[in-house]
């Protein structure tokens, strides 16, 4: 998918700060839609914001940099923030309400009480990143109490996200229905993501092996798994000599229910998932394969 243009603007959304006001705002609006956002909004936002747009009558876009998250060593500090222009994207986009709390509204004590991620959130992702997944479903459970919305949009370049999310909303009974977008991706193939803004031109020309060890291993599907992993990691392997270099996490063939390892003889859907470094830039991106 490429970049979607922006429709023309229908008005400035409800910029809301406080739960209070956040009720206020969405009292008796009918069917409700939440895009959970940490802002830095792009062309994947947007069609996200058009996929909740045909189904629900409101659209509310949360925009919230989650420090639950995010590790020690990770960037935190220098994730991109800029509300003005989400909030013009969102009207672009013909948002209704944007919520952005602060974040001792979100967390106004210490959270001593979490949502823990189980052992699907100790793969790959989670792997790499110890404790992101529980950071990621506390908040998406309090956005979830916050908003009260009837479904929630996510992408699916974050397919492992997803996939938690939905087992969180099964395994506790909460009335949302989520949604998954496809990915979207940049004229060049790079999947869309708010860290891309960090690449160089260079760094962002080495970047592009990612999509093409994904677009690679899906067309080895007819010979099964190992014929996915291999022609993804031969792609990788060559990327890892370039100038910058690509410094591979994972990669990955997983079953997409549960991210556990596919075995040679699995049969059906899968996701071919990867995650690598380009200079200081960590980028994930993935794809649906069937067996």
């Known amino acids: 998918m490429t970049e979607p243009a922006p429709r023309e603007t229908v008005g400035e959304p409800l910029v809301v700060r406080t739960p209070e006001e956040l009720r206020r705002a969405l009292a008796g609006t009918g069917r409700v839609a939440l895009v959970p956002t940490m802002g830095a909004l792009h062309g994947g936002h947007r069609s996200l914001m058009r996929l909740a747009r045909s189904r629900a009558e409101t659209v509310v876009v949360s925009i919230f940099v989650n420090p639950l ?3 020690p060593n990770e960037d935190l500090d220098r994730y991109p923030r800029d509300l003005p222009g989400d909030t013009l994207l969102c009207a672009e986009e013909g948002v209704d309400v944007v919520f952005a709390p602060e974040t001792g509204t979100v967390y106004p004590l210490p959270q001593m009480v979490t ?3 189980g052992s699907m959130g100790e793969r790959l992702e989670g792997a790499s990143r110890p404790g992101h997944f ?3 479903l506390t908040v998406v459970a309090k956005l979830f109490n916050l908003v009260r919305p009837d479904l929630a949009v996510f992408g699916a370049k974050d397919a492992q996200q997803i996939a938690l999310v939905r087992r969180m909303v099964a395994d506790l009974d909460l009335p949302v229905e989520i949604v998954g977008a496809p ?3 940049d004229p060049d193939g790079l999947a869309s993501s708010s860290r891309n803004v960090y690449l160089s031109a260079r760094e962002r020309t080495s970047a592009l092996a990612l999509s093409r060890a994904l677009r690679a291993g899906a ?3 007819p010979g099964g798994a190992e ?3 291999g022609a993804a990691l031969a792609v990788l392997a060559e990327a890892a000599e370039a100038v910058p270099p690509v410094r591979l996490d994972y990669l990955a063939l997983v079953d997409p229910a549960t991210f556990a390892e596919a075995g040679a003889d699995h049969r059906g859907e899968a996701v071919l998932a990867v995650a690598a ?3 200081a830039t960590r980028l994930i ?3 649906s394969v069937t067996l």
């Open 69 to 71: 998250q995010f590790g």
């Open 115 to 117: 949502v823990d991620a």
């Open 134 to 136: 529980t950071g990621v």
């Open 183 to 185: 990915t979207l991706r």
């Open 219 to 221: 067309e080895a599907a």
């Open 227 to 229: 014929a996915v992993r």
């Open 277 to 279: 470094r380009v200079g």
């Open 285 to 287: 991106d993935n794809v």
